[in-house]
């Protein structure tokens, strides 16, 4: 009995909550917060962030930057906690930062693809005086335009390039590997199609438990979504997926598992016409909702992406 009782417990999965949009909108201290499940919108006031930036998102922190580009501070919007980084002087095109600053662990990392041959990152520990900047080589080739934005999973950071190179440095040895996979050079990226060469596109890295998520958009394309097992990148659909949900961000984009009501589905930081809902793909129905969010765009619409500035 206790060996049958132990095997059922096993098999049950916990069902995870859901992460909230946060929105910014310019010029003003008014912060949204919007439930993407329930369709519900709450206003916060935080005058300490008119005329900052957000970068990135984790466990409840937001890590913004100021209006001059070199100041950083670590913000939580709930308790209005605000940790001070050290000036940032490297200008970079992706950061992120491993755990909550107050964790004791958290390190930020900040990337600049220098050419498309020399990468640069720069590290930093809530509490220190200065960032730590090195350069490395990256003979494969990394696509310093077109990127996913930073993930961090097993004391490692990864970024993914529309090249198929998969960059991951660990925190422990501050040492850079890469890895390419050239089949998985989406044809939503590729210049010679003219299809979608004007669209405008993405690339999304997220984790689950420690494995890595690699997802492509390009308007109103159906995601092409990928799970990396065995150092191989396989092709997910609604069977394989297994109820994982991908919100995605152009600054941190998270994954939850069995999540009622919304399993199987890519959320995207972006309302619908209808300004109610969160735009969303559901895999299961093979379909955009709302279904009108994609009318034949203009060159205007065009610029409309999935996952706007000060979103996430």
């Known amino acids: 009995m206790e060996k049958k009782a132990l095997t059922t417990a096993e098999s049950v999965r916990v069902v995870e909550k859901h992460p909230w949009v946060i929105t910014f909108p310019n010029h003003e201290d008014l912060t949204f917060l919007f439930d993407p499940l329930e369709w519900k919108r709450y206003t916060l006031n935080l005058p300490e962030l008119v005329g900052t930036d957000v ?79 090195q350069e490395f080589s990256c003979s494969l080739g990394f696509d310093p335009y077109m990127h996913s934005n930073l993930v961090y999973a097993n004391d490692h950071f990864y970024c993914f390039s529309s090249g198929g190179v998969l960059v991951d440095f660990d925190v422990a040895s501050r040492t850079m590997s890469e890895q390419a996979w050239n089949e998985h050079r989406c044809a939503y990226m590729r210049n010679d199609n003219a299809e979608w060469f004007n669209l405008p596109k993405r690339i999304y890295l997220a984790e689950q438990k420690g494995e890595l998520f690699l997802m492509y958009t390009c308007i109103s394309e159906i ?85 706007p500035l000060r979103s996430l």
């Open 55 to 133: 970068c990135y998102s984790k466990d409840g922190w937001l890590l913004m930057r100021r209006s001059s580009l070199v100041d950083m501070f670590f913000f939580n919007p709930y308790t209005r906690e605000l940790i001070n980084l050290p000036k940032c002087e490297l200008s970079f095109q992706a950061i992120a930062f491993s755990s909550a600053p107050t964790s004791g662990t958290c390190v930020v990392l900040a990337l600049r693809p220098f050419t498309r041959y020399i990468i640069r990152i720069s590290i930093c520990c809530p509490g220190a005086t200065e960032w730590i900047t």
């Open 223 to 307: 995601p092409m979504v990928y799970k990396l097992v065995s150092s191989n990148w396989e092709e997910i659909n609604s069977t394989t997926l297994d109820g994982v949900t991908i919100f995605a961000s152009m600054y941190s984009s998270e994954t939850r598992l069995d999540v009622l009501g919304m399993r199987n589905s890519v959320y995207f930081p972006k309302y619908g016409l209808d300004c109610k809902g969160c735009v969303s793909y559901s895999f299961d129905e093979a379909r955009y909702y709302p279904r009108k969010q994609f009318p034949k765009p203009t060159m205007w619409q065009m610029q409309k992406e999935l996952c």
